[in-house]
């Protein structure tokens, strides 16, 4: 790796893959290492900055949606079905952000009445979902992952025209995810000499699948480890 070159987007993802891999293990076998979820900080911004090129680039963006919806609801189903849980992965974050991403861009290109009301009905569900619902059943953990501050990161940096202002976005919403969530969230600032290293190419090699399946299958991996270790 070449850093004169710069980093492209399979490198960053495979860097962002191995810090939420110490997060999420951290998290489930190793709580007092806290360290592990200090690093995991860098993930999500990334990942974010990811999916808004994942958004500009993908030649099909319908199956790039059904792809990722499936994986959320996927991962969701299992959740819920070994702990319980209503908290929403990360994946169901991302899906809220593509869908929002979506609705933005076909008000731009169209400019119309119709689009116009379904951005609005698109960003209102999403404010739904992440504020209002939440606080409707305080019983429960439904939760969105990194809150409505999340979901709409990578809305920013899809629409911020050049790389400056999409690092500024990118810090103005980690910011916005230190000062909502918890102290540790400001090591989220560690991502962003990464993501001025990108070079805006997506790599030689076609990782999707390795990308696609990793998230569910990481995650699989703890859960059987902490059970095996109880």
Same mark, same amino acid.
């Given at each position: 790796?070449?850093?004169?070159?710069?980093?492209?987007?399979?490198?960053?993802?495979?860097?962002?893959?191995?810090?939420?891999?110490?997060?999420?293990?951290?998290?489930?076998?190793?709580?007092?290492?806290?360290?592990?979820?200090?690093?995991?900080?860098?993930?999500?911004?990334?990942?974010?900055?990811?999916?808004?090129?994942?958004?500009?680039?993908?030649?099909?963006?319908?199956?790039?949606?059904?792809?990722?919806?499936?994986?959320?609801?996927?991962?969701?189903?299992?959740?819920?079905?070994?702990?319980?849980?209503?908290?929403?992965?990360?994946?169901?974050?991302?899906?809220?952000?593509?869908?929002?991403?979506?609705?933005?861009?076909?008000?731009?290109?169209?400019?119309?009445?119709?689009?116009?009301?379904?951005?609005?009905?698109?960003?209102?569900?999403?404010?739904?979902?992440?504020?209002?619902?939440?606080?409707? *059943?305080?019983?429960?953990?439904?939760?969105?992952?990194?809150?409505?501050?999340?979901?709409?990161?990578?809305?920013?940096?899809?629409?911020?025209?050049?790389?400056?202002?999409?690092?500024?976005?990118?810090?103005?919403?980690?910011?916005?995810?230190?000062?909502?969530?918890?102290?540790?969230?400001?090591?989220?600032?560690?991502?962003?000499?990464?993501?001025?290293?990108?070079?805006?190419?997506?790599?030689?090699?076609?990782?999707?699948?390795?990308?696609?399946?990793? !998230?569910?299958?990481?995650?699989? *991996?703890? !859960?059987?480890?902490?059970?095996?270790?109880?």
């Amino acid at each position: 790796m070449k850093l004169k070159e710069g980093l492209n987007n399979n490198q960053l993802k495979l860097i962002a893959m191995f810090t939420m891999l110490l997060d999420h293990a951290g998290r489930q076998l190793f709580p007092e290492a806290d360290i592990l979820m200090t690093i995991g900080r860098i993930a999500f911004p990334v990942f974010s900055y990811m999916i808004a090129e994942g958004c500009k680039y993908t030649k099909n963006k319908k199956k790039y949606l059904l792809i990722m919806a499936g994986m959320a609801l996927g991962c969701q189903c299992a959740y819920f079905f070994t702990s319980g849980s209503l908290y929403m992965n990360v994946l169901m974050t991302f899906v809220l952000s593509i869908l929002c991403i979506y609705a933005g861009d076909n008000f731009r290109k169209k400019k119309n009445f119709t689009s116009a009301l379904l951005m609005a009905l698109q960003f209102s569900a999403v404010i739904f979902l992440c504020v209002i619902l939440p606080r409707l *059943v305080p019983e429960t953990d439904f939760t969105i992952d990194y809150g409505i501050f999340g979901v709409l990161l990578p809305v920013g940096v899809y629409f911020a025209p050049k790389k400056s202002h999409k690092l500024i976005v990118t810090s103005v919403f980690l910011i916005l995810l230190a000062l909502s969530m918890n102290p540790r969230q400001w090591f989220g600032f560690l991502s962003l000499p990464l993501l001025i290293l990108y070079n805006g190419k997506r790599g030689k090699k076609n990782l999707k699948l390795l990308f696609y399946i990793f !998230y569910p299958t990481h995650l699989a *991996v703890i !859960y059987l480890i902490d059970m095996l270790i109880q």
